[in-house]
């Protein structure tokens, strides 16, 4: 508005002559004027002491409006004095706005702006004041404006929260943005986030060969070629690769990009890069622990076929000839203690088939119960000799799920067969008990114990 009044004011003052200077003098005045009132916002028009000469009807609504003293708005009132008076702002706010439109009329500046917030509205409102100054032939006068900006200002504000939050997650979850130029693969833009994730300083992501110099040696040239074909074909895709931190650390990216095209071809990429290094870790260690897991598994059934094999069959193909020989026997011979001697052997080797189907998955588990299982555990140990076991438990409930009683009770097997085979432990210690909903175990022995961190604790799972 200050700019099309000088400019309107500036071409009525064209007339000349000695005759029509008095007309002259008038019509940027009147033209002043009508100009205000053409203007939504509220306008008064000030002399160069701060005195009210014109106001339009906005300015004398937002007056009403926002509660202020007649004066505000009356004409002949100094402004000044009013706007110091003025109960839509604190005082030290009043007199600071006072201060600077002061400096427009005294000449010492040529415009002012500021906003507040209105006192006197429910809801509060946020006002601006801009004052302007014009210098008219023998007169000097000093436009005010008032104008609600509350909309603008919370658009503006609601940007500025958006941005930062944005930020604020782009920084949590290690995301960095980017911009290329497709020609030259050279990073046009990247967001400071790229500095905290890989340590170089930010100047180095502009060099023309940051790229391919940081990419990881074995992704180099699948990266680099997979960009170029689907840049070419695509608007959007996906493209992952690794690169070289500062720090000598590997850095997995998953990238979402988009292509700007000028004519038909790319011209610009850019997208978000997001850390996935940690997942892949956990892939990686996941893989691991399978490939693991399963050559656990498989050398337990080799275990629980070889002794099948080599023990159990070999005692049954001894017994079937002894049953044999027994039946060829023509004299009468003492086969109580002959048959009383096979009976032994029965005996064992059913004993020995018990074990083996008890370690595969005991029966009490489904019949009796985590409690019962873990007492029979405990008992089949100490009564071999080789460790004494202390079993204390309390509070398990009768229904847990199938999942939890094979869980706890096959963590409870391993821990005991790991003191057992590794601690050289006389005595252990296993405590079950229900606390606040959840079943904590505890297996303690008097052995050795280990190092968490050497290579033997790597290997197991």
Known sequence: MVECLEHELTNSCSVTGAARYEYCEQIPELYLRAMV?????????LDEIGTILYVNRPWREFAVQHGLRADFYGVGHNYLEARRRASDALVEQSEALAEGINQVLMGRETGFQEEYLS??????????????RFDLPRAVRVLVTHEDVTESRRTGEARHIEAERLQRLLNVTHV??????FATSRFTSVSEQAVNMFGYPAEEWYQSDFLPAHLHPDDRERAIARCIDCSNAQDNFELEYRMIAKDGRVVWLHN??????????????????IDVTASKLIEATLRDLSGRLIHAQEEER???????HDDVNQRMALLSIELEQLGQVAKPLDLHRRLKGLQDQVQEISADIHRLSYKLHPSQLDHLGLAAAVKSLCENLSAKGTIKVELQQSGLPANLSKDVTLCVFRITQEALGNCVRHSG??????????????IHLSVSDDGCGFEMDSETMKKGL
């Open 256 to 273: 979402l990009v988009s292509v700007i095209r000028e004519d038909g071809r790319p011209r610009t990429i850019q997208g978000f890069a």
């Open 176 to 181: 960095l943005t980017w911009e290329a130029d």
């Open 119 to 132: 006192r006197n509205s429910i809801p509060r409102r946020w006002i601006r004041i801009h004052a302007a």
């Open 425 to 438: 432990a006389e005595k252990a210690r296993v405590m079950i008990e229900t606390i606040s909903n959840e």
């Open 37 to 45: 009132d053409s203007y939504s916002s509220g306008v008064a028009v």
């Open 302 to 308: 080799r275990r629980v076929a070889r002794e099948l």
